[in-house]
């Protein structure tokens, strides 16, 4: 089901034992237009810094309580690698992130996912047989903000056809 990022902002987030924040945006793949991580709030709760969550990491999305169930614990969450997201994420950082929480990149093969069909895939570990590896791409991640996105302008061949209010984006994929 297609679903509004804007509709899905603010939601809370849970650990395996207790809620963790909010979310405050998301990380886009502006080749892919895949949303990539979750950039959660911690409020207090980690000493008021905010740390990405990769949708990997679900355990559940329980859109009637506007929730995101993770498969991860706090201590885990709080000891991951901290993010400063005034600056673009680099592939290292993601290097870095996946090696942390045991998690394949997803960059270099042939779906949206790497070598699984979904972000669940990667989470069991199950690859898809049919994906193969291409190889590691050059350069950068090519992540953006939503909320930053948010507001640019479209323009056709002839000429301007508006700006972008929002994403949508598949509850599956």
Known sequence: M???????????????????????NFLVDDVGWAVRYLVVDTGGLLGGREVLITPIAFREVDYPANRFRLL????????????????PVSRQYESEYNG?????GYWGWG???????SPGGLAS????AS?????????DA?????????????????GAIGHVKDFLVDDET
């Open 125 to 128: 570990g199950e690859p898809d």
């Open 100 to 104: 942390y929480y045991g998690y394949p």
């Open 142 to 158: 090519h992540l953006r903000s939503a909320k930053d996105v948010t507001g640019y302008h479209i323009e056709a061949t002839d």
């Open 72 to 87: 991860l614990t706090i201590d885990k969450i709080k000891a991951s690698p901290s993010v400063n997201l005034d600056l």
């Open 2 to 24: 297609l679903r509004s990022l804007k509709g899905i902002e603010k939601y809370k987030v849970s650990a395996t034992d207790g809620d963790v924040g909010s979310v405050a």
């Open 111 to 117: 779906g949206l996912w790497g070598p699984g069909r």
């Open 131 to 139: 994906r193969s590896r291409l190889g590691e791409p050059p350069g």
